[in-house]
């Protein structure tokens, strides 16, 4: 059988529920067509979710799903895989499922290099839940939490997922949508921890309080401002604040989780090939 992207969305489930200008509905077409390209079975792919707006993108796939907890995400989706390691875990969180409530369970889900595949929508702030702002939210900018400005500088989920230890680190943003598909892609077929950033634009709640125009011209400032790394490390400070850094940050080879796992504890390959405790 050859699969369309379609088979792997509930058509019937929409339009989405996003606000107009969100990204959230790119990155659902990309994921959907990724998987299509990699025709990999609907049964043998489990999207899971926490909670937030791009929390609520399992409702639109045609495939297994799990909605956990706020931040809980990448513990409830290490429990799947571990439990069924030949299933495809894909596990999709915001800014503040990821690494804001979800920091810890993130930087140990890549220490362990337990092999998940996160697709991270930043949009800079707790959209679904009024816009107050997340461990993403630049310095200074205005949400709902910090109306005169975020008084602490932001994580660069990036290079927290690289020091960390991931196997596979990619950035882009939601208006560069074969990006989106390709980094997908690459990082379902790495074995390993996975991280794909997707920049996106807030237009109802972070573009609002901070002047940055209505959604066109958020999507503009995402083309025109997201840069290759090797450009943007060579900018000035001041430079890089207004510029998003894109592309492959890791790209590397680790043993995974289970593979270690397996190697420590012999009586459980034994039991994989269906020895038992004989």
């Excluded at 989920?157 to 560069?176: D, K, M, P, Q, W």
């Excluded at 390993?192 to 709640?205: A, K, Q, R």
């Excluded at 001041?238 to 012999?266: C, M, S, W």
Aim: aromatic share 10%; charged share 20%; net charge positive.
């Amino acid at each position: 059988m050859t699969y369309k992207y379609t088979d792997y969305l509930k058509t019937e489930a929409q339009p989405y529920m996003w606000c107009p200008g969100c990204g959230d509905g790119i990155v659902v077409r990309a994921l959907a067509e990724a998987l299509a390209e990699l025709q990999l079975p609907p049964h043998q792919v489990v999207i899971a979710t926490g909670i937030g707006c791009w929390g609520k993108a399992d409702d639109y796939f045609a495939t297994h799903a799990f909605h956990g907890t706020h931040g809980r995400a990448l513990a409830f989706a290490t429990g799947i895989k571990i439990g069924n390691p030949e299933l495809h875990v894909i596990v999709l969180m915001g800014d503040g499922d990821a690494v804001t409530i979800g920091g810890n369970h993130f930087i140990h889900s890549a220490r362990r290099n337990i092999d998940l595949t996160a697709v991270v929508v930043n949009n800079y702030n707790y959209g679904m839940t009024g816009g107050q702002y997340s461990a993403t939210s630049p310095l200074t900018a205005r949400t709902t939490t910090s109306p005169r400005g975020v008084p602490e500088p932001g994580f660069d989920v990036c290079a927290l997922a690289e020091t960390s230890g991931a196997n596979f680190v990619a950035r882009t943003t939601a208006y560069h949508v074969l990006q989106i598909k390709k980094y997908i892609m690459q990082a379902i077929q790495k074995k390993g921890f996975s991280l794909v950033e997707v920049m996106s634009p807030c237009p109802t709640h972070f573009g609002r309080r901070n002047f940055a125009g209505g959604p066109l011209a958020m999507m503009k400032y995402l083309k025109e401002r997201a840069v290759p790394k090797s450009r943007f490390d060579k900018m000035t400070d001041q430079e890089k604040i207004d510029h998003i850094a894109t592309g492959i940050f890791v790209d590397k080879e680790r043993p995974d989780f289970l593979k270690v796992y397996r190697e420590l504890n012999p009586i459980n390959q034994l039991a994989d090939q269906g020895g038992g405790n004989k």
